[in-house]
């Protein structure tokens, strides 16, 4: 058996590991370089001794977890596991070993210092309805962000384009691991947000305003023109399609050449927004339909019925007097964040709650960070809303398998089971608590170098 | 000035008794019993008592002696910390956070736009804030003066002025003075204009100063055609501040600026009470600590400027072994409801002790905001500021149950409605 030779790792606090920094430093450099020419996992590892959170099927104490080829080949009780010869074996006693996490909304990839306008590629202004923005044409996998959010167990996150449009783009669903962005891709174009939640107006209503559309009525008007837009692309191509066969057909049949020629159905023009909109009107993806109280949350929801469209919704930190009608829907949740304000007179824990209150009435919560910066806070997320009444496994959840399943990646991610990709963290404890440190993550397998940049400015630092 | 402060006092005292008298709840004899008592100084005690007398800490311990007569809370073995301290807020100011229309404001009192019904008050309360440090914002290179507040929600605008609280004046640098003025082409739009506006302000006020103790001396010596100075409140102001009776508090980011303003005090011969932001306080964390200069930082900020991008979350830990006091602090409507969450992240990162951890949002702010013989801690004398908290304060599950604040409950968690005792939904 061996232990991972890095000073986080074992467990040293900062203090005793100073003065071993440097060559470990150098070697977890060193480590990075190679480990981004590795694509696969090379051998077999084995974690033996953790405590198993496994989402699925409760929680194995003194277990053995076993990664091969990218994937978990084995799980359960030490003494029922067969660990595969050749295998590296890691003892995790003390350890609790989880699911990589996965964060619902973020801008990862997307800016690098909020201030910095250069540095940011959040959405698109000039226009409310811009579809056809896909955030993974913009996605910057060597953003200093993603290593800081990998090192405390977030393996996997959408990236959305930030709210201030109706629609602003479509989502990225990645793997916060990889040699380069085609491989932390791992859906483009994952779902499409819809954000009607006022803050989309252009100069905000009143007379003074000289930009369309200053009112709720005007993006509602001018989302509905897009889909109905859309409908009808959709109808012109499907027309165009049915003339071509006919004339492919009449061409078998028909043999004079001049004739021929003047049947040949033309193609519509492309438009690429309408265009991007059909998967969503079709329900082949999902719309995440952002709204925060009451009456946004029903116009929004009826404005995605009139259209069929396949939702879940975002945010609702607002709708507490409707939490039944919210139900009735039967879609999952992106809740919050739950350190949203609550109204001036609401109870101060009017929000906190809001995750159980949704729980109780059997709605699928999911969490996100809703940030860039602070997406490594996810988990604190989870942990504050039990303090307010949700059931510690579903708040676990709402950060693993429930994620996975809306994101419709559940096959592969979102619990320790047989099959799925080895995305796998090792903490000193509870994942949900904020003063939990992660020890060690794995991603598809592969062991993720623990440091970044903020770690590498604390070692030049601890040196001086 | 000093005159100013005097008055207000004594508005805070009569009020004070005349509000107990009418609404019924004076001072009574307050037994906490049963609590696992945080006391931040003296280590814990698990199943501890505290005495209440008179709004202050009269009595701590494993038993404490009580009259008969006094009430008992049974904390049920519940964790007892001292009240949190925000030792950066600008909550309870409405928009009037940054006076933008000039870089040197020292002038503009911030308890002139304390909005005293502000609900973020009760929230924070709510999270276990007791008392807060308001400030101006960071637009100026010198900003005005803070207000310190209890956060006793429901009582009167006066009653919330924390008493005889030392004064305090916010500086700031970096990019946000640059950006400001800057972006009107006015001075300041680089580091060096920031500093030069600083210098001459500061040279001004050496001036008033001088005119101001000449006059003073022609007075002493009985010199009856002595003519006093034209009084200027800005200079009145920054006067004090050379005259060492306000606490300078910087907003700041990078360390190079901060051993630039740390010259710039031993020029004018001031005192920097603290670096607020301080995000790179670790890379000259010796030299703070040998100018007895504490930081109110952020757990974990980082990115959203440039200036923060060197932040690192080991920031308050590696700075704390350096000797500097630390504090946790908000800057934050919503961070300032969990500043009990923000300190958990320092034994996370770095290490630090559960004391060390809780210090970091009570005793250190306490210093910084110039209370810490009041409050901060739970020692005989002080203020009975407490929280008793459903869980470990410590984590992300501890939530409090009961604030109190100089003896009296201000926010109890099993209350319908607001949870708040003195103040009414509708009032």
């Known amino acids: ?464 | 000035m000093l005159h100013y402060v005097w008055l207000t006092t004594t508005l805070v005292l009569v009020s004070t008794a005349a509000f107990g008298q009418s609404e019924g709840f004076a001072h009574h004899d307050i037994v906490i019993k049963n609590a696992i008592v945080m006391t931040v100084t003296h280590g814990n005690i698990t199943n501890g008592s505290i005495y209440i007398k008179d709004g202050k800490i009269a009595a701590v311990g494993e038993t404490v002696n009580a009259p008969v007569g006094a009430t008992v809370i049974d904390a049920g073995g519940r964790y007892l910390t001292p009240g949190i301290i925000d030792s950066h807020s600008h909550i309870a100011l409405d928009d009037d956070v940054n006076e933008a229309t000039s870089p040197i404001t020292p002038h503009m009192m911030m308890k002139d736009a304390f909005n005293y019904q502000d609900k973020a008050i009760y929230r924070a309360l709510a999270g276990g804030v007791t008392t807060s440090l308001l400030l101006h914002g960071s637009a100026n290179m010198i900003g005005g003066q803070a207000v310190v507040i209890k956060h006793k929600y429901g009582a009167t605008r006066d009653e919330m002025l924390f008493p005889n609280a030392p004064r305090s004046i916010k500086f700031a640098s970096g990019e946000n003075p640059k950006r400001v003025y800057g972006s009107r082409d006015q001075l300041p739009s680089t580091r060096m204009g920031n500093f030069a506006v600083q210098r001459q302000a500061l040279v001004e006020a050496q001036d008033y100063m001088r005119e101001w103790d000449s006059y003073n001396d022609k007075i002493k010596r009985g010199d009856k055609d002595a003519s006093p100075p034209k009084r200027d409140l800005k200079l009145e102001a920054l006067a004090d501040v050379l005259r060492g009776k306000i606490m300078v508090q910087i907003h700041i980011y990078r360390s190079d600026e901060m051993l630039t303003e740390i010259a710039m005090a031993k020029e004018f011969g001031y005192k920097i009470r603290a670096f607020h932001h301080a995000l790179e306080a670790y890379k000259v964390a010796d030299q703070l600590a040998e100018n007895n200069i504490a930081i109110a930082t952020f757990a974990d900020w980082w990115g959203y400027k440039q200036e923060a991008w060197d932040a690192i979350p080991w920031n308050a830990t590696m700075s704390m072994r350096k000797g500097v006091r630390v504090a946790i602090k908000s800057d934050s409507e919503d961070y300032t409801r969990r500043l009990n969450q923000e300190a958990a992240k320092a034994i996370r990162y770095g290490g630090a002790t559960e004391e060390e951890a809780l210090k970091m949002i009570t005793l250190n702010p306490a210093w910084i905001v110039g209370v810490d013989d009041r409050v901060g801690s739970i020692d005989v004398g002080k203020d009975a500021d407490l929280v008793i908290w459903n869980g470990y304060p410590l984590s992300s599950y501890g939530v409090p149950e009961k604030v109190l604040i100089d003896g009296d409950v201000y926010f109890d968690r099993s209350l319908p409605g607001l949870g708040t005792t003195h103040y009414k939904e509708g009032e």
Not at chain 1, 47 to 58: A, C, D, F, I, Q
Not at chain 1, 173 to 188: D, H, K, P
Not at chain 1, 193 to 217: C, H, I, V, W, Y
Not at chain 1, 261 to 286: F, I, V, W
Request: charged share 25%; net charge neutral; aromatic share 6%.
């Open chain 1, 1 to 464: 058996m061996t232990r991972l030779n890095n000073p986080v790792w074992s467990g040293h606090s900062l203090r005793q590991a100073q003065g071993r920094l440097c060559p470990l430093l150098l070697t977890l450099i060193l480590a990075l370089t190679f480990s981004t020419q590795a694509l696969a996992q090379e051998k077999p590892i084995a974690l033996r001794g953790g405590k198993l959170l496994t989402v699925t099927h409760g929680v194995i104490e003194n277990g053995v977890i076993v990664m091969q080829g990218g994937k978990i080949s084995a799980v359960g009780a030490a003494s029922s596991v067969n660990v595969p010869s050749g295998a590296q074996v890691i003892d995790v006693t003390g350890m609790t070993i989880y699911p990589g996490l996965i964060d619902s909304e973020t801008q990862l990839g997307l800016t690098e210092i909020s201030a910095e306008d250069m540095t940011n590629d959040l959405v698109e202004l000039s226009d409310e309805i811009m579809p056809h923005m896909h955030t993974a044409e913009a996605f910057h996998a060597e953003s200093a962000l993603i290593p800081v959010a990998r090192m405390n167990g977030i393996t996997n996150a959408v990236v959305a384009p930030d709210s201030g449009d109706t629609l602003p783009g479509q989502d990225s669903f990645i793997q916060l691991f990889g040699s380069n962005a085609t491989e932390m891709l791992l859906i483009r174009d994952s779902a499409m947000p819809l954000n009607f939640t006022g803050d989309q107006r252009r100069n905000k209503g009143g007379f003074g305003a000289r930009k369309f559309p200053s009112t709720r009525m005007g993006l509602a008007a001018q989302l509905r023109q897009a889909f109905l837009d859309a409908q009808d692309y959709r109808t012109k191509w499907a027309e165009y399609e049915r003339k071509k066969a006919d004339a492919a057909q009449n061409k078998d049949k028909e043999k004079d050449k001049e004739k021929d020629k003047k049947s040949e159905p033309l193609p519509p023009k492309r438009d690429l927004k309408l265009e991007a909109l059909l998967p969503y009107l079709e329900g082949k993806k999902t719309v995440v339909l952002a709204a925060e109280g009451p009456s946004d949350l029903q116009t929004a929801v009826s404005l995605a019925n009139e259209f069929k469209l396949k939702f879940v919704l975002n945010h609702i930190s607002h709708a507490q007097p409707v939490l039944d009608y919210v139900a009735s829907l039967k879609v999952p949740v992106i809740v919050g964040p739950i350190y949203e304000a609550p109204k001036e007179d609401e109870r101060y824990d009017a929000v906190y709650s809001l995750p159980a209150q949704l729980y109780k009435r059997g709605v699928k919560i999911v969490f996100a960070s809703y940030s860039a910066h602070n997406v490594r806070n996810l988990p604190d997320q989870a942990g504050f809303a039990t303090a307010f009444g949700l059931p510690y496994e579903e708040a676990l959840k709402a950060i693993t398998l429930n994620a996975a399943e809306v994101w419709g990646v559940a096959e592969q991610l979102g619990s320790l089971d047989v099959g799925k990709t080895a995305n796998v963290v090792v903490a000193n404890g509870d994942p949900l608590d904020v003063k939990t440190d992660v020890k060690q993550v794995f991603i598809a397998g592969r062991e993720v170098p623990m440091t970044d940049r903020q770690v590498r400015l604390r070692d030049e630092y601890s040196k001086k």
